[in-house]
């Protein structure tokens, strides 16, 4: 039953990921890019979050966390930039 879910897990997260990669790549302004790769990076999280889940190794979180922290300080940087430049 665990089984079933984590792969039920994966593949939203599959389909989620590409759904934001369509819209990374087709966005019609530099803010939808901007709100789409900070979704992306929010899945990549997940992604790691999963594998640690899967393989039992702890670090893995460690790994998802500073990823987090370092793409939400990108995705601030950029929408500064946007909003009045640097």
Known sequence: MVDSLVYLAASLT???????????LKGPSVADRV???DVLTII????IVQIAFVQGRGIYLD??????????L???VVARYLERGL
């Open 63 to 72: 790994v998802a966390l500073v990823y987090a922290l370092l793409s939400f």
């Open 44 to 47: 990549a999280v997940t992604a």
């Open 14 to 24: 599959c389909v989620a990921f590409l759904l934001a990669l369509y819209r990374f």
């Open 35 to 37: 709100v789409a790769f």
């Open 74 to 76: 990108g995705v601030i």
